[in-house]
């Protein structure tokens, strides 16, 4: 498993599931953490086929109450329990996905072995939701026709890596590497004497980010919460001829979600969340290419690594 920020696509349709397209569901690796984004249904078994050890999710994010973002959601923690898990899941999503969770371990009269705690995102709290020693996690609130948020990753600042030959010739105790690679000096208290973070130390790696937005309408204002973003990911569902069919439905089209790539100076933009109505993807990409250069078709299985 990847050790940097990898992004697995799982489901790339709208709507429904087809033979080509599973409906939204991605996983996120930040140095071995996998964080799954949307769960729709498909989900369980493009996981597998990805080779993903899915059973290490410690975090669900699900966007909205659509069936095409959650409905896969239940077969994968009966999944869970049927494996043996006891870890710990935690799940983040607007209300009412406790209530139809329990609803089902209720009726079925079954229940998860491992504990489950739901974070209800509402438009309150919808900023930070999950900070750990490598990563923050942040709600963005969208646009849609029930409320609906996205998620922004924000990897934290990496430790700088130490300059082995020189701390040993300098004889620097072993006990200094950690403040050394936070970026703090060591005072050798013996004699006073300092020695600088930079001298004994090289530049961290880079830290990423990663924001996904979906579903949403034309949001311009979002492109101010996800300045300077590494990878985007927002739907796609429309093309420009569509644009009416996209506002009644609260979705967005290439060139819109072109304009937020370009107003946020995002690094790359994923397509994603396709009408099935559309058999030529490559017009879709050219439409977003007029507006934005390096935007990108996703594919079910298409894996963006950042390293
Ligand atoms: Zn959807």
Redesign the pocket.
């Known amino acids: 498993m990847s050790q940097g920020f990898e992004l697995t696509v799982l489901g790339t349709g709208?709507?429904s599931p087809t033979l080509r397209r599973n409906?939204?569901a991605q996983v996120l690796n930040v140095r071995n953490h996998l964080y799954l984004i949307d769960c729709?249904e498909g989900t369980q078994i493009a996981l597998r086929k990805n080779k993903i050890k899915f059973q290490q999710i410690e975090h669900v994010f699900i966007?909205?109450l659509?069936?095409?973002?959650y409905l896969g959601l239940q077969g994968l923690l009966s999944t869970f329990s049927l494996l043996g898990r006891s870890k710990e899941l935690h799940i983040y999503s607007p209300r009412g996905l406790k209530e139809i969770i329990d609803m089902h371990f209720s009726i079925s009269q079954s229940q998860s072995n491992f504990p489950i705690h739901f974070h209800e995102i509402d438009k309150m709290n919808d900023s930070l939701l999950l900070e750990n020693d490598h990563l923050k996690v942040f709600a963005l609130t969208l646009k849609?026709r029930i409320p609906t948020f996205g998620f922004l990753f924000k990897e934290k600042k990496k430790a700088r890596h130490i300059n082995g030959p020189l701390v040993k010739e300098l004889k620097i105790p072993y006990y200094a590497f950690e403040q050394l690679k936070k970026g703090e000096d060591y005072i050798n208290k013996e004699n006073d004497e300092v020695y600088s973070f930079e001298k004994l130390t090289f530049p961290e790696d880079p830290s990423y980010s990663y924001a996904y937005c979906?579903?949403t309408a034309y949001l311009p204002g979002l492109s101010e919460q996800i300045k300077e973003v590494d990878i985007l990911y927002h739907?796609t569902?429309f093309m420009q001829k569509d644009e009416a069919l996209a506002k009644k439905t609260f979705?967005s089209t290439c060139i819109e979600a072109a304009l937020i790539a370009k107003k946020a100076n995002a690094k790359m933009l994923l397509m994603g969340?396709y009408s099935s109505r559309y058999l030529n993807e490559e017009s879709m990409l050219e439409e977003c290419k007029s507006v934005f250069e390096n935007s990108h078709l996703t594919q079910d299985g298409d894996i963006i690594k950042l390293s």
């Not at 659509?66 to 973002?69: A, E, L, N, Q, R």
């Open positions: 709208s709507a409906p939204s729709a966007s909205h659509h069936g095409d973002h849609h979906s579903d739907e569902t979705h969340h």
